[in-house]
């Protein structure tokens, strides 16, 4: 049982390079999330949506951007990386008709230098 | 607005103790609270909620959290501690005002079990 899939676990980028961090769930969840991790900030949401080709801006959107092409995938990108984007990344997906727990994928690891 | 307090860093308990991780809130309307573990490199994991019913819930691992309206509070408990509990802790409430799309989280509990 898969859950949520995030790829890649680990990278590093050189300053102003791009990227893009990949999500799957195979839940069939409606919602999906872009949540950063750093210390003592807790988990802050980047960026979020309720349906397939929606996406809407959490807390902390600048310098990221998301699609929604498919249900099952959630993609984030950084279009000019900057150290401050250095954190853990996660994904995230939810059924909220239900009751909103929340399913976590592994962690991206990114280093900006 | 809504918002989750967890108002300790870090807990420390000795193995086979009972544990205590503290966690308020604050809502408008009948709050839905959860408890999230994250083990070290790991992703969150759901641990148990909180959605109407009795106010004392059991989740994974012989987790339980007690539910109290009236202090607003949704602190987390553990009989017996294990080693192997050492991890990090996040309570969360899900924000009703915004429709249900978004969770707020606490800062985090590090709870360190000592052998």
């Known amino acids: 049982n898969a859950g949520v899939t995030q790829t890649p676990k680990f990278r590093v980028l050189k300053t102003g390079q791009s990227m893009t961090l990949l999500c799957a769930q195979d839940m069939n969840h409606e919602y999906m999330y872009w949540y950063r991790q750093d210390p003592g900030m807790g988990l802050r949401l980047i960026h979020y949506?309720?349906?397939?080709?929606?996406?809407a801006k959490g807390e902390v959107p600048d310098g990221y951007n998301v699609s929604r092409l498919k249900k099952q995938n959630f993609l984030l990108g950084l279009e000019s990386a900057a150290p401050s984007q250095t954190s853990v990344y996660f994904c995230a997906s939810s059924y909220p008709r239900v009751d909103g727990t929340i399913y976590f994928g592994e962690g991206s690891w990114l280093t900006v230098v | 607005a809504q918002s989750v307090a967890q108002p300790e860093d870090q807990v420390n308990v000795a193995e086979g103790n009972p544990l205590t991780v503290k966690c308020t809130y604050s809502?408008?309307?009948?709050?839905?609270l959860f408890w999230y573990v994250q083990y070290p490199n790991r992703g969150l994991q759901f641990l148990l909620k909180y959605i109407t019913g009795d106010n004392l819930v059991k989740g994974s691992y012989g987790f339980e959290a007690e539910f109290n309206k009236s202090h607003t509070s949704f602190h987390l408990k553990k009989p017996s501690a294990l080693v192997s509990d050492s991890a990090l802790y996040f309570c969360a409430v899900r924000d009703m005002g915004t429709g249900g799309f978004k969770t707020i989280f606490g800062a985090g509990t590090r709870l360190f079990v000592k052998a």
């Open positions: 949506s309720v349906g397939e080709g929606t996406t």
């Open positions: 809502v408008s309307g009948n709050p839905y």
